[in-house]
Protein backbone atom coordinates (compact mmCIF):
# COMPACT_ATOMS: atom_id res chain seq x y z
CA UNK A 1 0.00 0.00 0.00
CA UNK A 2 1.31 2.93 -1.07
CA UNK A 3 1.73 5.76 1.87
CA UNK A 4 -0.07 8.65 0.31
CA UNK A 5 -3.48 6.08 0.01
CA UNK A 6 -2.54 4.83 3.91
CA UNK A 7 -2.75 8.61 5.46
CA UNK A 8 -5.71 8.81 3.37
CA UNK A 9 -7.62 6.14 4.61
CA UNK A 10 -6.49 6.93 8.30
CA UNK A 11 -7.60 10.38 7.88
CA UNK A 12 -11.07 9.32 6.30
CA UNK A 13 -11.43 6.93 9.42
CA UNK A 14 -10.75 9.77 11.52
CA UNK A 15 -13.72 11.61 10.27
CA UNK A 16 -15.57 8.87 10.74
CA UNK A 17 -15.06 8.54 14.56
CA UNK A 18 -15.55 11.83 14.90
CA UNK A 19 -18.78 12.23 13.53
CA UNK A 20 -19.88 9.13 14.94
CA UNK A 21 -18.97 10.21 18.55
CA UNK A 22 -20.78 13.62 17.96
CA UNK A 23 -23.63 11.88 16.71
CA UNK A 24 -23.83 9.80 20.04
CA UNK A 25 -23.37 13.05 22.05
CA UNK A 26 -25.91 15.18 20.23
CA UNK A 27 -28.56 11.82 21.11
CA UNK A 28 -27.42 11.46 25.10
CA UNK A 29 -28.05 15.68 24.87
CA UNK A 30 -31.18 15.46 23.26
CA UNK A 31 -32.88 13.81 26.10
CA UNK A 32 -34.01 15.37 28.89
CA UNK A 33 -33.10 12.77 31.52
CA UNK A 34 -34.75 12.78 34.67
CA UNK A 35 -33.82 14.56 37.65
CA UNK A 36 -32.86 12.44 40.37
CA UNK A 37 -35.17 11.89 43.14
CA UNK A 38 -35.06 14.04 45.96
CA UNK A 39 -34.16 12.81 49.40
CA UNK A 40 -37.21 12.95 51.98
CA UNK A 41 -35.90 14.10 55.21
CA UNK A 42 -37.95 12.73 57.85
CA UNK A 43 -39.08 14.60 61.58
CA UNK A 44 -38.00 12.70 64.41
CA UNK A 45 -39.11 13.36 67.82
CA UNK A 46 -37.32 13.90 71.12
CA UNK A 47 -37.04 14.96 74.73
CA UNK A 48 -35.89 18.29 75.34
CA UNK A 49 -34.80 20.54 78.40
CA UNK A 50 -33.85 23.80 78.80
CA UNK A 51 -29.90 24.27 79.28
CA UNK A 52 -28.80 26.02 82.39
CA UNK A 53 -28.64 29.79 82.15
CA UNK A 54 -25.05 30.23 82.54
CA UNK A 55 -22.69 32.12 80.52
CA UNK A 56 -20.35 30.11 79.84
CA UNK A 57 -17.74 28.54 76.54
CA UNK A 58 -18.71 25.87 75.38
CA UNK A 59 -16.47 23.06 73.59
CA UNK A 60 -17.97 24.52 70.35
CA UNK A 61 -16.44 27.80 70.67
CA UNK A 62 -19.65 29.27 71.42
CA UNK A 63 -20.29 31.97 74.48
CA UNK A 64 -23.56 30.65 75.74
CA UNK A 65 -25.54 34.11 76.41
CA UNK A 66 -29.39 34.82 77.37
CA UNK A 67 -29.83 35.21 74.04
CA UNK A 68 -27.93 32.66 71.98
CA UNK A 69 -30.49 30.17 69.89
CA UNK A 70 -28.95 26.45 69.90
CA UNK A 71 -28.93 23.50 70.77
CA UNK A 72 -26.35 20.89 72.84
CA UNK A 73 -26.28 17.79 71.52
CA UNK A 74 -24.05 14.69 73.24
CA UNK A 75 -23.23 13.18 69.45
CA UNK A 76 -24.47 15.64 66.56
CA UNK A 77 -20.71 17.61 65.93
CA UNK A 78 -20.65 21.68 66.42
CA UNK A 79 -22.44 23.41 63.64
CA UNK A 80 -24.75 20.83 62.88
CA UNK A 81 -27.77 22.55 61.34
CA UNK A 82 -31.25 21.50 62.31
CA UNK A 83 -34.31 22.55 62.30
CA UNK A 84 -37.04 22.38 65.84
CA UNK A 85 -40.63 22.39 65.76
CA UNK A 86 -42.88 22.71 68.77
CA UNK A 87 -46.81 23.03 68.72
CA UNK A 88 -46.53 24.68 65.33
CA UNK A 89 -43.34 26.80 65.94
CA UNK A 90 -40.59 26.02 64.09
CA UNK A 91 -36.70 27.75 64.17
CA UNK A 92 -33.81 26.75 62.42
CA UNK A 93 -30.72 26.65 64.97
CA UNK A 94 -27.06 24.83 65.33
CA UNK A 95 -25.63 22.79 67.84
CA UNK A 96 -23.46 25.36 70.21
CA UNK A 97 -22.68 22.69 73.19
CA UNK A 98 -21.50 19.27 72.80
CA UNK A 99 -21.54 17.06 75.90
CA UNK A 100 -23.92 15.61 78.62
CA UNK A 101 -27.46 16.14 78.64
CA UNK A 102 -30.07 16.37 80.92
CA UNK A 103 -31.23 13.05 82.60
CA UNK A 104 -33.74 11.85 80.07
CA UNK A 105 -33.17 14.17 77.55
CA UNK A 106 -32.17 13.48 74.17
CA UNK A 107 -30.61 17.39 73.85
CA UNK A 108 -31.15 20.53 75.42
CA UNK A 109 -32.51 23.99 74.05
CA UNK A 110 -31.08 27.18 75.26
CA UNK A 111 -33.43 29.46 76.82
CA UNK A 112 -33.65 31.93 73.71
CA UNK A 113 -34.66 28.84 71.40
CA UNK A 114 -37.26 27.94 74.20
CA UNK A 115 -38.90 30.78 74.01
CA UNK A 116 -38.89 31.09 69.88
CA UNK A 117 -40.64 27.34 70.54
CA UNK A 118 -42.98 27.88 73.12
CA UNK A 119 -40.82 25.37 75.36
CA UNK A 120 -41.20 26.13 79.05
CA UNK A 121 -40.11 22.86 80.96
CA UNK A 122 -39.15 19.47 79.52
CA UNK A 123 -40.92 18.79 76.06
CA UNK A 124 -41.34 16.68 72.93
CA UNK A 125 -39.71 18.47 70.11
CA UNK A 126 -40.21 17.16 66.42
CA UNK A 127 -36.58 17.87 64.85
CA UNK A 128 -34.80 17.33 61.32
CA UNK A 129 -31.41 17.92 59.88
CA UNK A 130 -31.91 21.45 58.11
CA UNK A 131 -31.38 21.26 54.55
Same mark, same amino acid.
Given at each position: ?13 ? $? #??? !?????? %??? /? =?? *? *?????? /??? $????? #? ?12 ? &? *? ?8 ? $? #??? $??? &? ?13 ? +???? %?????? !? !??? =? *?? +? ?11 ? %??? /??? =???
Amino acid at each position: MKPALARRQAALAG $V #ALV !GALGAI %ALT /R =FG *D *DPEPPP /RAV $VEWRE #ARVGILAAAEEITV &C *DVTLTASTVG $V #AHP $VLP &CGAELQLEHEGRRAR +TEVV %ARGTVG !G !GHD =F *DV +TPALARRLGVEAE %AVV /RWR =FAG
